[in-house]
């Protein structure tokens, strides 16, 4: 038997609830102190600062992602939800600080570890195996990977959940909304309560490494046979509650494709987007974390390898149905049927329908032109989704009509734009239209 050490000391994740509030009470007292700072500098220059603009400053943004990263867990988790779901819609500042937080999170320390391991699978766990890298392959929000070899000789990926995640979600998740409200990001009349309840359901439910394994079996069922996807398999002797352990499955970060040569990354790009329409229109259940950590690439048999599953859900049959509407009214060029879909499905209020219609018209008219192209879709050029931008920027900035479309909705609209996230990273082209037409049954040519 061998065990590699990492060399790493890694930081402890404050598993303890006075231990993680202790932390949010440094982050509210840093956050303080930085706009204090700000403001005496502004007045000092003779403006007359916004408070939301204190609070957004480089060094306010970076203690918040350094600490939602040492927290890991819920805090962390929602930290990549906001980063990941906000896009391109963020400031270029804002977004290469937070994409910290969909980077790799600090391990724990070698003694924490240890800790967790033995109170799962006992103090003498180390004699099932040949090898047991101490160093992790790779850490998240909930826990970090680790590579081992069995006795039997099975070649494993071990998932170990930080200490006091799971106890410490509910208390997490009502911090970070506290921080949204203090800080001004969010409207005083916005109700977010039923979202934050479902992201609270969603976080258990991951921190649950006993139903992310089956989960997992499930997904692997759904593709079975298929050359184009591989899910790892289950090992259900090392798994546990805190514990997800299955086959290591080579492959390379999917982000180191965008070196290859266009024919694959347009490859790549089509495969993700095809899965996502088998999730949404035929399986009836979807994956709904798009961090691009969860897809890796295998570039010698031209595979997606499909990791974390603990946010699987299902898809409603009216969340499909609703898509369904949306779409055929897209391929179709019809923009009133797309406006009315999009406000049935709950992605547009109708506040602010009633409040920027004729901008919404003009949004719509500029999607439907785009879409209506007979070639592939470029993910590269963003000059559309600049022009959108800014135009949606007019609608965001009235807080009179934002409100909060239905959780499914949320959740695969969230998957769904991550992988357009993707795309665009890999700088593909797709003839989505085509790939569209076809999970929904309807001529792609709009006749």
């Given amino acids: 038997m061998s065990t590699r050490d990492g060399g790493t ?20 007292g840093g956050l303080a ?8 500098r502004r007045l000092a220059d003779g403006e007359r600062p916004a408070m939301r603009d204190m609070l957004l400053t480089p060094g306010n943004l970076m203690r918040v992602a350094d600490r939602l990263s040492h927290l890991r867990g819920a805090a962390m988790k929602l930290g990549q939800m906001i980063s990941m779901d906000a896009g391109d819609a963020l ?26 391991l033995a109170a799962e699978w006992g103090q003498e766990w180390r004699i099932r195996f040949q090898r047991f890298d101490d160093k992790p392959i790779a850490a998240a929000s909930i826990g970090q990977v680790h590579r081992a070899v069995t006795l039997d000789g099975r070649e494993l990926a071990i ?5 006091g995640v799971r106890g410490s979600i509910d208390a997490d998740v009502d911090n970070v909304a506290t921080l949204l409200r203090v800080s001004g990001l969010l409207p005083p009349k916005l109700d977010i309560t039923p979202l934050l309840a479902e992201a609270k359901v969603q976080l258990h439910e991951e921190t649950d490494y006993r139903r992310e394994g089956v ?15 591989v899910v790892p398999a289950l090992a259900p002797d090392f798994t546990t509650d805190s514990i997800l352990a299955m086959s290591f499955v080579e492959g390379v970060p999917i982000e180191e494709m965008v070196g290859a040569r266009q ?25 709904t974390d798009p961090n691009f950590a969860n897809f890796r690439y295998q570039p010698a048999t031209g595979r997606v390898v499909l990791l974390d599953f603990g946010a699987t859900r299902p898809v409603s049959p009216a969340t499909a149905q609703a898509y369904r509407w949306l779409l055929a009214a897209g391929l179709s060029r019809d923009g009133g049927a797309v406006k009315k879909a999009a406000v049935d499905a709950g992605f547009l209020g109708a506040a602010a329908v009633r409040r920027h219609g004729d901008l919404i018209d003009r949004m719509i008219g500029l999607i439907l032109a785009e879409a209506s192209k007979s070639e592939a879709f470029d993910f590269s ?15 965001a900035g009235d807080r009179e009509t934002w409100h909060v479309p239905p959780t499914d909705t949320l959740f695969a609209q969230r998957k769904i734009s991550g992988i357009a996230l993707l795309a665009a990273r890999l700088e ?17 040519t709009g006749v």
């Fill in 9 to 28: 000391k890694g930081r402890p994740v404050p598993s303890g609830r006075l231990s993680r509030l202790g932390q949010f009470g440094r982050l509210a």
């Fill in 33 to 40: 102190g930085g706009l204090l700072a700000e403001g005496a």
């Fill in 91 to 116: 400031p270029v500042e804002l977004s290469q600080l937070m994409a910290r937080l969909r980077a790799q999170a600090d391990p724990m320390p070698p003694v924490q570890l240890q800790r967790m």
């Fill in 159 to 163: 998932k170990v959940q930080y200490p």
């Fill in 215 to 229: 989960q997992m079996e499930a997904y692997g069922h759904l593709l079975a046979g298929s050359d184009a996807y």
């Fill in 263 to 287: 024919s694959e990354r347009d490859r790549i790009a089509a495969l993700l987007i095809d899965l996502v329409l088998d999730e949404l229109f035929r399986f009836g259940v979807m994956q």
């Fill in 381 to 395: 050029d963003r000059r559309v989704l600049a022009l959108l931008r800014d135009q949606a920027a007019t609608v």
């Fill in 428 to 444: 593909a082209r797709v003839d989505v239209r085509s790939m569209v037409a076809r999970h929904i049954g309807v001529d792609p």
